[in-house]
């Protein structure tokens, strides 16, 4: 990521009244949900045009993510030309439903199609998914997909959608979208390795949004629980060809594929392997329940990592 923000700034150098320089630089800590950081970009954006609608709409996002309704009521405040301040508020009260903050929600679920198609953002879509929509919303991210909507392009990395990974409808979609054989020719071609010139196969802004996406799928979604899951399965996911998903954790993760899942797996065994209420399960079963899918490998692996058996240590750090 520090090489990446390096080269905004270097664009930023060249350009310092660019509003769409600092939107960029702030998507890169949005996609890393870093939302203060991307806040930061968001303002800087504004100073240069006040009137800059991508970065009013991300501010208004960064708000409600960081659950700060003050900062988000003041802001729509200081920007009346903000699309849909009622739905923001609205989208708020749906996500934060215990905050004591007086907002109608009555006339929503009636206006959440108006204009859809003009906005900037899909408040929209969020709304229903918050609604507790999610058909009407998967019904809306299908069609938005299929007409390459630009505010929904990304939508595998969009943390308002979160709701709806869990869908097999949803992860249907990531995969026909973003499948190799669904890209434009050139696209889906499959180098091995970075060129012989060095070249990368990635963009230093394109690393950065595969590993926050990366670790979104990981740590929120926990898909290394399966343990069906391989390189060809995780790339489809991201998007991402699975050559190019190779290179990534080798180049900037320093692992190949299975150790880097194997890592994950490692973490939530030895969660469960000291916990009181695990104490009638096997080690072995544990581990399966952590997505090992072989006695052997769970075994090298623990081994390896911890240098003792996975007893010794069950032993040396149950309480």
């Known amino acids: 990521m520090k090489s990446t923000i390096a080269h905004t700034r270097n664009i930023l150098t060249l350009n310092p009244l660019s509003p769409n320089h600092y939107y960029t630089k702030g998507v890169i800590h949005y996609l890393s949900r870093d939302y203060p950081t991307a806040l930061e970009s968001m303002k800087a954006a504004l100073r240069v045009d006040p009137n800059f609608g991508f970065a009013i709409e991300m501010s208004l996002a960064c708000y409600i993510l960081l659950k700060d309704y003050e900062k988000l009521d003041g802001f729509?405040?200081?920007?009346?030309?903000?699309?849909?301040?009622?739905?923001?508020?609205?989208?708020?009260?749906?996500?934060?439903?215990?905050?004591?903050?007086?907002?109608?929600?009555?006339?929503?679920p009636s206006r959440v199609h108006e204009g859809a198609d003009s906005t900037l953002f899909?408040?929209?879509?969020?709304?229903?998914?918050?609604?507790?929509?999610?058909?009407?919303?998967l019904d809306a991210l299908e069609e938005g997909v299929r007409r390459r909507m630009g505010p929904i392009i990304n939508f595998r990395n969009i943390p308002f959608l979160q709701p709806l990974h869990?869908?097999?409808?949803?992860?249907?979609?990531?995969?026909?979208?973003?499948?190799?054989?669904?890209?434009?020719?050139?696209?889906?071609?499959?180098p091995m390795d970075a060129d012989s010139s060095g070249k990368s196969l990635l963009s230093e802004q394109e690393v950065q949004q595969f590993l926050a996406a990366l670790s979104g799928l990981l740590d929120e979604e926990q898909l290394?629980?399966?343990?069906?899951?391989?390189?060809?399965?995780?790339?489809?996911?991201?998007?991402?060809?699975?050559?190019?998903?190779?290179?990534?954790?080798?180049?900037?993760?320093?692992?190949?594929?299975?150790?880097?899942?194997?890592?994950?797996?490692?973490?939530?065994?030895?969660?469960?392997?000291?916990?009181?209420?695990n104490s009638h399960l096997t080690l072995l079963a544990l581990a399966y329940e952590s997505g090992f899918n072989s006695k052997t490998v769970f075994n090298d692996f623990f081994k390896k990592k911890e240098a003792m058996t996975p007893r010794a240590w069950v032993k040396a750090n149950r309480r």
């Open 166 to 190: 869990r869908y097999e409808r949803f992860r249907r979609l990531v995969e026909s979208t973003f499948s190799p054989d669904a890209l434009p020719d050139g696209a889906a071609e499959a």
């Open 224 to 277: 290394f629980l399966d343990p069906n899951l391989s390189l060809k399965t995780l790339a489809a996911q991201l998007g991402l060809h699975p050559n190019k998903l190779s290179w990534l954790l080798n180049e900037h993760v320093g692992k190949n594929f299975n150790e880097f899942i194997n890592t994950y797996r490692l973490e939530v065994f030895k969660a469960k392997a000291i916990d009181p209420a």
């Open 76 to 108: 729509l405040r200081e920007h009346p030309e903000a699309e849909r301040p009622e739905e923001c508020r609205a989208l708020y009260k749906l996500m934060y439903p215990d905050e004591d903050i007086d907002i109608g929600l009555s006339a929503i």
């Open 122 to 137: 899909p408040w929209h879509l969020f709304l229903q998914v918050y609604l507790g929509h999610h058909e009407l919303a």
